[in-house]
């Protein structure tokens, strides 16, 4: 029963309007197991995955009007997901293997802000205040396709993937937020190993 393991590298960006006006483009990591019963003649396996992501880092100067004092506020936002689902393609024995897969996926927002008051003589005596960060879910699902290279069994892939966000507030930390339901595409490319 084959068993294939990768980690890759992803380059994350919004796609739709409730994606681009909450998130930018952003860079992340992953990884996935996927395993092929030998009932299945290794043409379709099921497989588990993670992915993180900053999908927003924002700086934001501002001035005291009667002191003059400068002052950074500086947001960060990052997406984790944890993904389950099958993908269809040879697992087995070969050099080229196309796959493609379709997952449900449980999806996890963090958002933290941070008021700076910067020291330029010695930056590590900056003053820092944490003004909070907020976590939240939703679930959502994906859709994969890719291929991967494979010697023996080491293997080098590639491929793109469409993520969609149901139920994320539009603003948190407000009640009254707007549910939005945001839209991902992802490239991601990485190397992994075939275990027999």
Known sequence: MPSKFALYGLYISPSGTDAEQFSDDGWGVGGKLYTSPDFLRHGVAAGIGFEFANLMTQSTVLYDPHTLLRTEQETSQDFFRIYLGPEI???????????????????????GTQLIVPDDVDPTRSIVQDLGSETRTAFGYDFTVGADLQIKHYFVEGGVRFIKSFNVPQQFGSAAAVPIHPGYFQIFIGAGNTIW
């Open 89 to 111: 393609g040879p697992h087995g024995h070969g050099f080229f293997r196309p796959f493609a897969g379709a997952s449900i996926a449980l999806h996890i927002y963090n958002i």
